[in-house]
């Protein structure tokens, strides 16, 4: 039963996985540490903005973008002002 659907990044989804081989290329290509990428998560959801979606948050963990243009590559639907842009940029850097 589908209690809740929400998007996670490759870090946040390994523990929701039963098969090895696909746990293993999760954990190949996450940028991140599952707890470091709830942490990310949380601080932008901090920013508190209608703009970013649970969607927007799970491709910035799993992308870790490194300048404004990769996030206006992540925020297609939108656009962001250069405020938000540096608050996410400022945000994503603590974690590299």
Not at 14 to 40: H, N, P, T, V, W
Not at 47 to 66: Q, V, Y
Not at 71 to 93: P, Q, R, W, Y
Request: aromatic share 6%; hydrophobic share 40%.
């Amino acid at each position: 039963m589908i209690i809740e659907t929400k998007a996670l990044s490759m870090a946040e989804s390994s523990e929701y996985l039963e098969d090895e081989e696909i746990k293993a290329f999760m954990k190949k290509f996450a940028k991140l540490k599952k707890a470091d990428a709830e942490k990310l998560r949380e601080e932008i959801e901090k920013l508190d903005s209608i703009k970013i979606k649970n969607e927007n948050i799970a491709k910035i963990i799993d992308l870790m973008p490194e300048d404004a243009q990769d996030i206006a590559k992540i925020f297609n639907e939108v656009s962001l002002d250069e405020n938000e842009t540096s608050k996410i940029l400022e945000i994503v850097k603590k974690y590299k």
